[in-house]
Nanobody
């Protein structure tokens, strides 16, 4: 089991930046290989993929809507995954979730992710 806790959300103006963190406990990264992903869900919309990173950090994937603006990274020694969000837009407003996939392969579908955090709200004002 892995427990995930997100932090770093908040209210920011368009064009601003936020850095989300996801801290893992339980079966941590130092002992188990997890690919990690960030997903988001806006009111009235389906949950969507944002970014994912392999256990080693060598492979990263991004949704087209955030490519060039968001950066996913991880520090396995700290059991933490980050999502640096720059040039934020009002359409980025959503609850952001981190998720863990016990796999060496990086997936963009949420069906592969077994563990989820509780989410953190990101609101971007225009």
């Amino acid at each position: 089991q892995v427990q995930l806790v997100e932090s770093g959300g908040g209210l920011v103006q368009a064009g601003g930046s936020l850095r989300l963190s996801c801290a893992a406990s339980g079966r941590t990264f130092s002992n188990y290989a997890y690919a990690m992903g960030w997903f988001r869900q806006a009111p009235g919309k389906e949950r969507e993929f944002v970014a994912a990173i392999s256990w080693s950090g060598g492979d990263t994937y991004y949704a087209d809507s955030v490519k060039g603006r968001f950066t996913i990274s991880r520090d396995n020694a700290k059991n933490t995954v980050y999502l640096q969000m720059n040039s934020l837009k009002p359409e980025d407003t959503a609850v952001y979730y981190c998720a863990a996939d016990p796999s060496l392969v990086v997936h963009t579908s949420d069906a592969h992710y077994d563990y989820w955090g509780q989410g953190t709200q990101v609101t971007v004002s225009s």
